[in-house]
T-cell receptor, first 117, second 115 residues
């Protein structure tokens, strides 16, 4: 499986600021996703990061709050904008092996643990 | 719509005993089913998946899961638990038709294995 590296691994952020999380994969992948895991909660898909075009956001998530870039097949960024304490979460980058919806496995990075104070 | 239910927030088992972590799912079509494990302060690690074929799927670290279509279940099992298996376990589902690549996760089950 692909090796997924996220930076930062942890950060404490001030209310009202923005933070960009980077995700680097050691091989080219077609599918990249960003998930959020709020404290004590399950994972929720934020968006699918599309290479060379705008990300596809899930219901409840908007581009102004969570802008995503995907300049190539190995790299993506997620920005959490104008943060509030409710944004304190683990943000996970994930990638899908193969192409299309063929039962491919989604692999996850170690996550970026953000605390907003 | 697709959904997953993990009815137990926590499962306690003695080391050496068999363990079961329950998962039921709902999809409009046929499912792809997955189990992931999250150790403290870590990301998610893939354990196993069911795509098609044999209903008993074997995965990492001695875990296995049985797909039961009539009961819409995909319970995770291990014949002999280890203390090191203590972690948070997530079941996830993706609909084969119309679900795209979206994984829907259950709420997680905390497994505690004690000596």
């Amino acid at each position: 499986s692909a090796v997924i590296s996220q930076k930062p691994s942890r950060d404490i952020c001030q209310r009202g600021t923005s933070l960009t999380i980077q995700c680097q994969v050691d091989s080219q992948v077609t599918m990249m996703f960003w998930y959020r895991q709020q404290p004590g909660q399950s994972l929720t898909l934020i968006a699918t990061a599309n290479q060379g075009s705008e990300a596809t956001y899930e219901s409840g998530f908007v581009i102004d709050k969570f802008p995503i870039s995907r300049p190539n097949l190995t790299f993506s960024t997620l920005t959490v904008s104008n943060m509030s304490p409710e944004d304190s979460s683990i943000y996970l980058c994930s990638v899908g092996e193969g192409q299309g919806n063929s039962g491919n496995t989604i692999y996850f990075g170690e996550g970026s643990w953000l605390t907003v104070v | 719509a697709q959904s997953v239910a993990q009815p137990e927030d926590q499962v306690n088992v003695a080391e050496g005993n068999p363990l079961t972590v329950k998962c039921t799912y709902s999809v409009s079509g046929n499912p792809y089913l997955f189990w992931y494990v999250q150790y403290p302060n870590r990301g998610l690690q893939f354990l196993l998946k069911y795509i098609t074929g044999d209903n008993l799927v074997k995965g990492s670290y001695g875990f296995e899961a049985e797909f039961n279509k009539s009961q819409t279940s995909f319970h995770l099992k291990k014949p002999s638990a280890l203390v090191s298996d203590s972690a948070l376990y997530f079941c996830a589902v993706r609909d084969r038709t119309g679900g795209g690549n979206k994984l829907t996760f259950g709420t997680g089950t905390q497994l505690k294995v004690e000596l």
